[in-house]
């Protein structure tokens, strides 16, 4: 996926702030953090996942779906993708 190579440092900088999110969740919990301090770090995670996604599925839809000079066949394989990837993360 020449797109995310392409942004790749951006990508990989939001997953390792998510990462950190993450690891602060785990360290309130096992610091016995209250349960509205959890739940906000939590929130702010799901916030920045989808943020990730709505960037990735985006970067999906220019590359590989509306891009000048793919084939159809090509097109409907980024579209299949997209969509499965999209009825996975709403789950």
Excluded at 8 to 16: I, M
Excluded at 22 to 39: F, M, P, W
Excluded at 44 to 50: C, I, N, Q
Aim: charged share 20%.
């Amino acid at each position: 996926m020449a797109h995310t190579v392409a942004n790749r440092d951006q990508l990989l900088a939001r997953t390792r702030r998510i990462a950190g999110q993450v690891a602060a969740i785990e360290r309130a919990i096992a610091n016995e953090a209250g349960c509205a301090a959890i739940l906000h770090q939590v929130a702010g995670v799901r916030g920045a996942v989808a943020g990730l996604m709505d960037e990735l599925v985006a970067d999906h839809l220019q590359s590989h779906v509306v891009a000048p000079g793919l084939s159809d066949a090509e097109r409907a394989q980024g579209g299949e993708d997209l969509l499965a990837a999209i009825r996975r993360y709403a789950r």
